[in-house]
Nanobody
Framework: QVQLVESGGGSVQPGGSLRLSCASS????????MGWYRQGPGKERELVAF???????NYSDSVKGRFTVSRDNAKNMLYLQMNSLKPEDTAVYYC?????????WGQGTQVTVSL
């Protein structure tokens, strides 16, 4: 059973920064893709950013230039550095891994951006 555990969420003022972490119980270089999704209040879950096993990255237009996804294969960790946060970034952020036959989700971590 693969486990993904997120951490690093919290409350921050607009313009602030947070770094989310996702710890995997399985070697992350065995996943096709890993990424971050988020679900805001009353909204559908949406893709924020992902990185492939070949280290390519992709971002949603809403976070491009502000968020950076990265991975540390040696530590089996995925990160999301979030800068210049806006109130509309408020959401539960989920770590996701495409394992081929199965996909995996973390339990989510809350990010709240407000004055």
């Amino acid at each position: 059973q693969v486990q993904l555990v997120e951490s690093g969420g919290g409350s921050v003022q607009p313009g602030g920064s947070l770094r989310l972490s996702c710890a995997s119980s399985r070697r992350i270089d065995t996943f096709n893709y890993m990424g971050w999704y988020r679900q805001g209040p009353g909204k559908e879950r949406e893709l924020v950013a992902f990185t492939s096993s070949g280290d390519s990255t992709n971002y949603s237009d809403s976070v491009k230039g502000r968020f950076t996804v990265s991975r540390d294969n040696a530590k089996n960790m995925l990160y999301l550095q979030m800068n210049s946060l806006k109130p509309e970034d408020t959401a539960v952020y989920y770590c996701y891994a495409d394992g081929g036959a199965f996909n995996y989700w973390g339990q989510g971590t809350q990010v709240t951006v407000s004055l």
